[in-house]
């Protein structure tokens, strides 16, 4: 809300962009919002294991070397030979899912559980469909699979951990609700 300063001009509002607190007002952000997050997010993410499976590999084949200079030259090639690899393949993947699921969300026109594990078996099929048909249907499958069990237990978790809103602000704030559809105590 806006008001009025000591010398009377209007406030501006301190934040312009949207704040998510709850799970329902992220379901309304805009396609080039999930787009952003999903692909920077896997990006990093890959080029992050890259590093991780590049320092090993370096350290492993840095063994037989001399000189302490050989072997960090080898972790750096093998680091600097692996992360990018791993960040554009996540980064692509998520790319593909985050299109996939909004197709498939316009196409269904319905949001629900069903829009990301077919995103995810779309992606698997996109991913690998140059690959022959065995590595197409198996990435398929997994991705299908993996998304469906992904979501399968986000949803049992919220099931299962969920609190009566009533009983949240008593533990909470100390004040005592009335109760709804029973008399008062």
């Not at 791993?86 to 998520?94: D, R």
């Not at 949240?168 to 709804?180: H, R, W």
């Amino acid at each position: 809300a806006r008001g009025r300063g000591a010398r009377g001009k209007t406030k501006k509002p301190m934040s312009k962009g949207a704040e998510y607190m709850f799970d329902e007002e992220e379901k309304n952000r805009s396609f080039g919002e999930h787009l952003v997050f999903y692909t920077g997010s896997c990006y990093l993410t890959g080029v992050g294991s890259g590093i991780t499976v590049g320092l090993f590999e370096g350290l492993r084949k840095g063994r037989e070397l001399p000189s302490s200079k050989l072997r960090m030259n080898a972790v750096v090639n093998a680091c600097s030979k692996r992360a990018p690899m791993f960040g554009n393949n996540l980064g692509v993947l998520a790319l593909l899912f985050a299109t996939s699921e909004r197709t498939s969300q316009y196409i269904r026109d319905k949001d629900d559980m069903l829009n990301p594990i077919i995103g995810a078996a779309s992606t698997g099929f996109l991913f690998k469909c140059s690959s022959g048909p065995r590595a197409c249907i198996a990435w398929t499958l997994m991705g299908g699979v993996g998304m469906s069990l992904v979501t399968l237990s986000g949803y049992a978790t919220t099931v299962l951990h969920r609190t009566p809103f009533r009983d949240t602000v008593e533990d909470y704030t100390g004040v005592k609700l009335p109760a709804f559809g029973r008399a008062a105590e």
